[in-house]
Every structure is written in C-alpha cells, then in structure tokens.
Antibody, heavy 121, light 107 residues
Framework: EVQLVQSGPEVRKPGESLKISCQGS????????IGWVRQMPGQGLEWMGI????????RYSPSFQGQVTISADTSINTAYVQWSSLKASDTAIYYC??????????????WGQGTLVTVSS | EIVLTQSPGTLSLSPGERATLSCRAS???????LAWYQQRPGQAPRLLIY???TRATGIPDRFSGSGSGTDFTLTINGLEPEDFAVYSC????????FGQGTKVEIK
C-alpha cells in the first residue's frame, strides 16, 4: 500500500527557519516525483514544486521559486520542504503528494495527511 | 501561467441530484492534462479524474469528466452524502496550477 506520512504540526516565529518532511512507503521511491502543495486557511490549493527522487531534478512554481527549497534523502525515502526565514503569510497546511508516473507531467495520485505550519509572533 | 477559473463558487444541491462543475482555462490545456480532485473537510485531496475524462482507481462511475482545450466539466450523477465536498481542477502541464475550487453543499 502506497503511503506518504508527513511530519507533525509546527509553530514558529517570523524570521525562523523550518524543514518539514514526507516519508514514502509501499512503492519504489526513486521512480517517482514528489510534490508540495500549499493550502492557506480557507483557500484553494497551490502547486509549489516537485522533485524527482531518482536524480533530484527539482522544479518550482514561479510563485515559490526562491521562497522555499525542496530536497530529498533517498536513503530514508523522505522528501522535504524548507524555509530559511518564515513569514506570517507562510501559515498554511502543506501537503506532499506523489505524481502518478515517472514523467513530470502527471497528476498527484497519493497524498500525505498534511502538515499545519503556523507562523506567529 | 495558465489560470483556471472554476464556477460556480458554491453549488447547493440535494442528495440524488446532479452536480455540474465548470473549469475554464486562460489558455489551452495541452493534451488534456486536466485533473479533478475532491477534498472533504479536514482531509487531503483525492484524485478523481485525470486526462480530463479518465476516472482514477476506485472512483465510482457517478463521477465523470469531459472537455478539452479551455473548457472542462466535472459531472456527479446522483449525489451521495459523501460527495458534499470541495472540488478542484488542476492543469498539470509544464507549470501546473489549480483552480480555486467549487464547494458542493447540501441544500
């Protein structure tokens, strides 16, 4: 069974750094892309970026380029998204999700449970 | 960047009725790289439809997708209680984007 399990909720102050994780199981991790999707309170979904676990090829949405860093550690089947300096506007639920194939032009077929990030002074 | 506009924002219907949701793209979506997701309150999204009209694994046949180019539709025939949720379209071309979502609520 394919599963994506995300790290727990986080509370940080503006200006602090943060790295959240997404661990995959039940499939060959390095054959797929993992992506990150933001959902701000009461809002829709926003595609942030994806990483191919076979070679770490990473693509970002123009809206998130330079704002976050997506990475992975294939030895533990885990993908990450990190911020170097959080803002209050980063408060959101962040989902990881797997692209349905090894080609990057695919929808997300499996999703993590979401990680709530709260940034407040 | 392709902007996806979903309408209506909210659809109020009764169980058993048909829901018709629209997703319009600001430019043509290549190769029908258009997906629909369902999101129930407090849950992660779930893939319903990809390739504009292909149901994902395990999705009931009351869900159907259609359209091409810039106009796409998700139809739910005979709403079940568990279908009241938010539905989002996504184009997964070279720079993927999501629509803002349509909420299907109980009338």
């Amino acid at each position: 069974e394919v599963q994506l399990v995300q790290s727990g909720p986080e509370v940080r102050k503006p200006g602090e750094s943060l790295k959240i994780s997404c661990q995959g199981s039940g499939y060959k991790f390095t054959n797929y892309w993992i992506g990150w999707v933001r959902q701000m309170p009461g809002q829709g979904l926003e595609w942030m970026g994806i990483i191919f676990l076979g070679d770490s090829d990473t693509r970002y949405s123009p809206s998130f380029q330079g704002q976050v860093t997506i990475s992975a550690d294939t030895s533990i089947n885990t993908a990450y998204v990190q911020w170097s300096s959080l803002k209050a506007s980063d408060t959101a639920i962040y989902y990881c999700a797997r692209l349905s194939g090894s080609y990057r032009l695919n929808p997300f077929d499996y999703w993590g449970q979401g990680t709530l990030v709260t940034v407040s002074s | 960047e392709i902007v996806l506009t979903q309408s209506p924002g909210t659809l109020s219907l009764s169980p058993g009725e048909r829901a018709t949701l629209s997703c319009r793209a600001s430019q043509s979506v290549r190769s029908s790289h258009l997906a629909w997701y369902q999101q129930r309150p407090g849950q992660a999204p779930r893939l319903l439809i990809y390739g504009a009209s292909t149901r994902a694994t395990g999705i009931p046949d009351r869900f159907s997708g259609s359209g091409s180019g810039t106009d796409f539709t998700l139809t739910i025939n005979g709403l079940e209680p568990e279908d009241f949720a938010v539905y989002s379209c996504q184009q997964y071309g070279s720079s993927p984007t999501f629509g803002q979502g349509t909420k299907v609520e109980i009338k």
